[in-house]
T-cell receptor
Framework: EAGVAQSPRYKIIEKRQSVAFWCNPI?????LYWYQQILGQGPKLLIQ????????DSQLPKDRFSAERLKGVDSTLKIQPAKLEDSAVYLC?????????????FGPGTRLTVT | AQSVTQLDSQVPVFEEAPVELRCNYS??????LFWYVQYPNQGLQLLLK??????LVKGINGFEAEFNKSQTSFHLRKPSVHISDTAEYFC?????????FGAGTTVTVRA
């Protein structure tokens, strides 16, 4: 079974530029999550999708971050414009549903450096 | 609201020695508890989880954890570590539908 795929793995941009990350979840997984992991901290949930609908985006900085999950499969996370404090690893995860009994499977992450 | 505190940010340990990673949580509702491991440049992998039932939970790679409701703790243990256990370990709690992570404990195993 293929895992969660993410691209790119690494990205370096200057502040005020824009950037997009892509995630392909495990086939059949209805729930998709984007997390931000700043160095030295645990992952923080940015947004959660159930199929192609948003369940929770309360911690997404909506003035600069946006995310979509077209057709309930792949997802993209965009930052525009980027700030220095956006430097982090962006993790995508998926699960069969959001019930606790179902494990969240994580992708390898995209390491973003904003200079 | 829910939160997780991992009491040790770094734990150095010698190979074949035991290790314990401490985790305390707070929540206004009943919780489910998890331990994840993150190897360098990789995503998180589930080690074990407590949903209900026996408070002693066994996971992969010889790890186990004990849920203590009165002390609101979920400490992770392994009786004998290997070099390959060098990684970052995260405790997480799910009270509502959202998974909240601790800041992580870096375990460094030395020969």
């Amino acid at each position: 079974e293929a895992g969660v795929a993410q691209s790119p793995r690494y990205k370096i941009i200057e502040k005020r530029q824009s950037v997009a990350f892509w995630c392909n979840p495990i086939s059949g997984h209805a729930t998709l999550y984007w997390y931000q992991q700043i160095l030295g901290q645990g992952p923080k949930l940015l947004i959660q999708f159930q199929n192609n609908g948003v369940v929770d985006d309360s911690q997404l900085p909506k003035d600069r971050f946006s995310a979509e999950r077209l057709k309930g499969v792949d997802s993209t996370l965009k930052i525009q414009p980027a700030k220095l404090e956006d430097s982090a690893v962006y993790l995508c995860a998926s699960s069969l549903s959001d019930m606790a009994v179902y494990e969240q499977y994580f992708g390898p992450g995209t390491r973003l450096t904003v200079t | 609201a829910q939160s997780v505190t991992q009491l040790d940010s770094q734990v150095p340990v010698f190979e074949e020695a035991p290790v314990e990673l401490r985790c305390n949580y707070s929540s206004s509702v009943s919780v489910y508890l998890f331990w994840y491991v993150q190897y360098p440049n990789q995503g998180l992998q589930l080690l074990l989880k407590y949903l209900s039932g026996s408070t002693l939970v066994k996971g992969i790679n010889g790890f186990e954890a004990e849920f203590n409701k009165s002390q609101t703790s979920f400490h992770l243990r392994k009786p004998s570590v290997h070099i390959s256990d060098t990684a970052e370990y995260f405790c997480a709690v799910k009270g509502d539908y959202k998974l909240s992570f601790g800041a992580g404990t870096t375990v460094t195993v030395r020969a």
